[in-house]
């Protein structure tokens, strides 16, 4: 059983060496390692593993040309360093995630080191997280190949998975509730009287949108609706693809051949909440006389900006990186908790696109 970062000898070592370097002015030098071996009884390995360490930390450095190590004149040094793992695409989802985070980290002191990659497929984890004390990972609708999955089984250091659950392998998870946050949506929507909802996703390659799939499908189903195929449009966004660009035409094409399908429709992300309030907007309906909408919000918060605003399922942000934060923690401080699996779900936030079922052409209730 690897031991926590708390307890080896180089980390405690690192603790100590901190508020002595502190004192230090710029330019002195470090204690060689033979003094520090015996003011501090450790081996040579544990001595060469702190002083990394606090060169990673940028606490002191080795200037062009010298042998020796000095205080460096600038540094951040922080408790943790971690690195959060991400596909490299703008997300609106990602960039909310990985905020909260960094948010969450610098109230404990801790730093973070951006990684991306191009594919699961060539995703290297332990080359990925390096010498930094831990990682966030968020995936891709991509399979997980076996190499990835071996190394979030087996990894040594302690790791979050973010915004994704996989069933089979006992990790540490972050995710929003989406099955619960479309229950609500259809519950919203129905207290207004629709029936005919239909749901816009960006794919069900994913947990999150597997499950909204899921309290939607439920939530219809208690209203006694059970022929949905109709109802649901799957963008097949494939990874690395901008979501808003598939969506457009593909929720533009489905509207023009169902306008009197659907009295509403629930959308997955802001982005496909954005690319359908386009195409309505084009078709001449509007909101919310003619038609409603509801779209995920949780982590971009923009829905209230759009015009006209946007209902939308949203959530207390800071909590989701708070948790991520914990779930680390918890593994630095103990390799014998069991792996937990947080859902986050959210509220809903009435504006300006959901009203009353219309009674008009797009009712085919």
Not at 41 to 69: D, F
Not at 132 to 138: E, I, P, R, S, T
Request: proline share 5%; glycine share 6%.
């Amino acid at each position: 059983m690897p031991k926590t970062l708390h307890s080896t000898k180089h980390f405690k070592l690192v603790r100590e060496l901190r508020p002595l370097i502190a004192r230090l002015t710029h330019g002195d030098e470090i204690p060689t390692q033979k003094t520090l071996k015996e003011d501090f009884n450790v081996s040579q390995n544990t001595i060469e593993l702190a002083l990394t360490r606090l060169r990673r930390e940028g606490v002191i450095e080795r200037p062009a040309g010298k042998q020796r190590l000095v205080k460096a004149k600038i540094s951040d040094p922080a408790d943790y360093y971690i690195a959060i793992i991400r596909p490299d695409w703008p997300s609106m989802v990602i960039e909310g995630i990985s905020q909260s985070i960094v948010n969450a980290g610098h109230e404990v002191n801790w730093t973070f080191d951006f990684i991306s990659y191009r594919s699961q497929n060539g995703l290297d984890l332990d080359k990925a997280i390096g010498d930094n004390d831990a990682a966030v990972l968020m995936l891709t609708s991509e399979t997980v190949p076996d190499h990835l999955r071996d190394a979030m089984t087996y990894t040594r250091k302690p790791l979050v998975l973010a915004q994704d659950i996989i069933p089979d392998i006992a990790l540490n998870a972050v995710a929003t509730d989406d099955r619960k946050n479309a229950a609500l949506a259809v519950e919203h929507l129905a207290s207004l009287g629709h029936r005919q909802i239909a749901l816009l996703l960006p794919t069900l390659g994913t947990f999150t949108m597997q499950e909204a799939y899921k309290g939607w499908q439920s939530g219809m189903h208690q209203l006694g609706l059970t022929d949905l195929d109709a109802l649901l449009i799957e963008c097949h966004t494939k990874p690395f693809k901008h979501a808003i660009d598939v969506a457009y035409p593909k929720f533009k094409a489905w509207l023009k051949k169902n306008k009197n399908k659907a009295t509403a429709v629930i959308c997955g992300t802001l982005e496909m909440g954005l690319a359908a309030k386009r195409c309505i907007h084009e078709e001449g309906i509007k909101f919310p006389d003619d038609f409603s909408l509801v779209c995920f919000d949780a982590f971009s918060r923009m829905g209230e900006y759009q015009y006209p605003p946007l209902t939308s399922l949203e959530m207390d942000l800071s909590q989701y990186g708070k948790q991520v934060i914990k779930l680390l923690q918890h593994q630095f401080d103990s390799t014998l908790n069991q792996p937990q699996t947080q859902l986050f779900g959210g509220y809903l936030v009435k504006r300006q696109t959901t009203g009353p079922v219309p009674i008009s052409v797009f009712q085919s209730q």
